[in-house]
């Protein structure tokens, strides 16, 4: 069926350098494109989103980049801080129907001081 | 207020019991969801209300009845639950296609 996935269930950093994390998807028709922080015991909180007529979105300390070619989106996180610790999940949706976000797997970021 | 609200925040039931999950938005959303999470696990869709009506229903079984009295209200009613049911269970709205805002959750154990 069709999933979105991530390739490193864990990443550890330290502190102050930059963080990447990836994702597969492989629904073509996908068009929106969120990735969400999950901090334990806590719901998912919206970081930073991005649309398919888009290839690169900034918000303070994050980047998200889309390769559509590749069906591939990853999360930068900027000179990442212990607070960045958590699980970091993308998203995808098709527009235009019931907005179905259908989540991936996730990937855990521990920042080491 | 940009606040989803669920209550309780911890249930523990037993197989027999019937009991019910309330979730609580006042920024004017017209869709709200349900999602399943198990430990370790991504968020799974359970079902999405738009205007107050069911519109998917993600194939879950009828122990679960989900429930929308008005716009700003989703309830998840639960009946002769498993304990393979435990999980947490996190409500969202969105104001239309885009962005979810999630509440955070309740925790649900069943013995």
């Known amino acids: 069926g069709e999933s979105v996935g991530l390739h490193l269930p864990t990443l550890s950093v330290q502190e102050g350098d930059n963080s990447i994390i990836n994702c597969a998807y492989s629904?073509?028709?996908?068009?929106?494109f969120i990735w969400y922080k999950q901090e334990s015991g806590k719901g998912p909180q919206f970081i930073i989103d991005?649309?398919?007529?888009?290839d690169k979105r900034q918000g303070q300390r994050v980047t998200v980049l889309l390769n559509k070619t590749v069906k591939h989106l990853s999360l930068q996180i900027a000179a990442t801080q212990p607070g960045d610790s958590a699980v970091y999940f993308c998203?995808?949706?098709?527009?235009?129907?019931?907005?179905?976000?259908?989540f991936g797997a996730g990937t855990r970021l521990a920042v080491h001081p | 207020d940009t606040e989803v609200t669920q209550t309780p925040k911890h249930l523990v039931m037993g197989m027999t019991n019937k009991k019910s999950l309330k979730c609580e938005q006042h920024?004017?959303?017209?869709?709200m969801y349900w999602y399943k999470q198990k430990a370790k696990k991504p968020p799974e869709l359970m079902f999405v209300?738009?205007?107050?009506?069911?519109?998917i229903n993600e194939s879950v079984p009828s122990r679960f009845s989900p429930e929308c009295p008005n716009s700003s209200l989703l309830n998840l009613h639960l009946h002769a639950l498993q304990p393979e049911d435990s999980a947490l269970y996190l409500c969202?709205?969105?104001?239309?296609?885009?962005?979810?805002?999630f509440g955070e959750g309740s925790r649900l154990t069943v013995l």
């Open positions: 969202a709205s969105s104001p239309g296609p885009g962005e979810l805002f």
């Open positions: 629904n073509s028709a996908s068009d929106y």
């Open positions: 991005i649309r398919s007529n888009m």
């Open positions: 998203a995808e949706s098709i527009s235009g129907g019931y907005n179905k976000l259908i």
């Open positions: 920024m004017g959303h017209r869709a």
């Open positions: 209300y738009s205007y107050e009506k069911l519109s």
